[in-house]
């Protein structure tokens, strides 16, 4: 059987996925514990800086930081984790990955992609996307709230992640099904007040623990 990837918290809460050092460190300074640096289409050499100096402020904050692709740089750096697609997966080296510690979350978008997301044993599983989205051209239609929750039912015990098109008035009906964290882009970073917003979807992923 393959050895598991190292388990994350079983609910990763708020979940930011941001392109700059700049949204890490106000994000981490506002709360945020769990975070992603997701730069696209850049060579190694050129996104290296920026990689270095987001893992070192997860660690500052003690705070789960996933590096999204650049599965070289993360391990170089030692990274919380890292974020991969399905077509990632083709050319990443998976097993490097697992012997340098790092966690691993899996993008899936049906049930043959959870299938393969599965067999890997990540320590995440994010499933999208929910909604239509702006941020990222995708090639499925948005699965909507019924069919989150029917993959959700394959999912027991593992960690897991919903994506795409989550607003701050859609996040109470994404959280409802139980989905251990919600990811979010333009959410947070086309909101007219970003710190304003970042409560709000704080407030709602970590409610307070009442005596
Ligand atoms: C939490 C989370 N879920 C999904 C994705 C998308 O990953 P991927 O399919 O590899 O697409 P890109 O983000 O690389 O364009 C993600 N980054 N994070
Ligand atoms: C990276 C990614 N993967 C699936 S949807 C998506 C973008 C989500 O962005 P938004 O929260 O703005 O819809
Ligand atoms: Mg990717």
Not at 16 to 38: C, F, H, N, Y
Not at 51 to 73: P, T
Not at 120 to 144: C, N, V
Not at 147 to 168: K, P, Q, Y
Request: hydrophobic share 45%; glycine share 6%; proline share 5%.
């Amino acid at each position: 059987m393959t050895a598991a990837f190292p388990s994350t918290a079983p609910r990763l809460g708020l979940y930011p996925v941001v392109d700059s050092v700049e949204w890490i460190a106000r994000l981490l300074e506002a709360g945020v514990r769990t975070i992603q640096l997701r730069i696209k289409d850049c060579e190694d050499h050129e996104v290296e800086e920026a990689v270095r100096e987001a893992i070192a402020l997860g660690k500052q904050y003690r705070a789960r930081l996933f590096i999204n692709d650049y599965w070289r740089l993360a391990i170089r750096y030692n990274a919380y984790g890292v974020h991969l697609g399905q077509e990632d997966l083709d050319v990443a080296d998976l097993e490097a990955i697992r012997q340098a510690g790092l966690r691993l979350g899996l993008s899936t978008h049906d049930d043959a992609e959870l299938d393969r997301a599965l067999a890997l044993r990540p320590s995440y599983i994010a499933l999208g996307h929910i909604f239509p989205t702006q941020t990222k051209e995708m090639p499925s239609e948005p699965q909507g709230i019924a069919e989150l929750t029917r993959h959700l039912a394959r999912l027991e015990g593992i960690s897991t992640v919903a994506i795409g098109g989550i607003s701050l008035a859609r996040a109470p009906e994404v959280l409802a099904t139980g989905v251990g964290s919600i990811a979010v882009v333009s959410a947070i970073t086309q909101a007219p007040d970003w710190l304003a917003a970042t409560k709000e979807l704080l407030a709602l992923t970590e409610p307070t623990v009442t005596a």
